[in-house]
T-cell receptor, first 112, second 109 residues
Framework: DAGITQSPRHKVTETGTPVTLRCHQT?????MYWYRQDPGHGLRLIHY???????DKGEVSDGYSVSRSKTEDFLLTLESATSSQTSVYFC???????????FGEGSWLTVV | GQQVMQIPQYQHVQEGEDFTTYCNSS?????IQWYKQRPGGHPVFLIQ?????EVKKQKRLTFQFGEAKKNSSLHITATQTTDVGTYFC?????????FGKGTKLSVKP
């Protein structure tokens, strides 16, 4: 498996609280992604990064922000968590866009 | 926008039976990739196809890329319980990677 670490792996939080998920890679891949996975929806792209401080929105970016201050770290922040953001979040990396991506093990987030 | 449709959504088979999942894109793809996700796990890359009409095999798995580079299939011969999981295709086009919603395979021993 690619060197991708997500933290925390599991989290329960209350509605309205901020939450930050961290993705750390040791592969020096330029591109990093955050996906969420929900039953019936498959994998949906939230945000992605194509370099340090270079990020862009995916198809379901509302309610989420990201930051990338170092090549190896990509943070996903829910400014004010809602129950609809209960999901499994996967970080992924790739060397080039549109080609093979490697997923982290996932972060299970429950918003109550 | 660009879409990748995958069918069937679910497939239940008896161990030893064959299984096929199909992927269709609304646009021509530069490549197609396949991933497997075990229950409770994360998607894991299986293979990438790039050439029109390409066929690749991995043991009991056969992957095909259509001549028009708009469709693909994954065929598993003689399924085993270890094949259980969700299989995703992902189409690469113009720097984007679009995932199908996956086919969830269950295998009855």
């Amino acid at each position: 498996d690619a060197g991708i670490t997500q933290s925390p792996r599991h989290k329960v939080t209350e509605t309205g609280t901020p939450v930050t998920l961290r993705c750390h890679q040791t592969e020096n891949h330029r591109y990093m992604y955050w996906y969420r996975q929900d039953p019936g929806h498959g994998l949906r792209l939230i945000h992605y990064s194509y370099g340090v401080k270079d990020t862009d929105k995916g198809e379901v970016s509302d309610g989420y922000s990201v930051s990338r201050s170092k090549t190896e770290d990509f943070l996903l922040t829910l400014e004010s968590a809602t129950s609809s953001q209960t999901s499994v979040y996967f970080c992924a990396i790739s060397q080039t866009p549109g080609n093979t991506i490697y997923f982290g093990e996932g972060s299970w987030l429950t918003v109550v | 926008g660009q879409q990748v449709m995958q069918i069937p959504q679910y497939q239940h088979v008896q161990e030893g039976e064959d299984f096929t999942t199909y992927c269709n894109s609304s646009t021509t793809l530069s490549n197609i990739q396949w991933y497997k996700q075990r229950p409770g796990g994360h998607p894991v890359f299986l293979i990438q196809l790039v050439k029109s009409g390409e066929v690749k095999k991995q043991k009991r798995l056969t992957f095909q890329f259509g001549e028009a580079k708009k469709n693909s299939s994954l065929h598993i011969t003689a399924t085993q319980t270890t094949d259980v999981g969700t299989y995703f295709c992902a189409g690469g086009s113009q720097g984007n990677l679009i995932f199908g919603k996956g086919t969830k395979l269950s295998v009855k021993p």
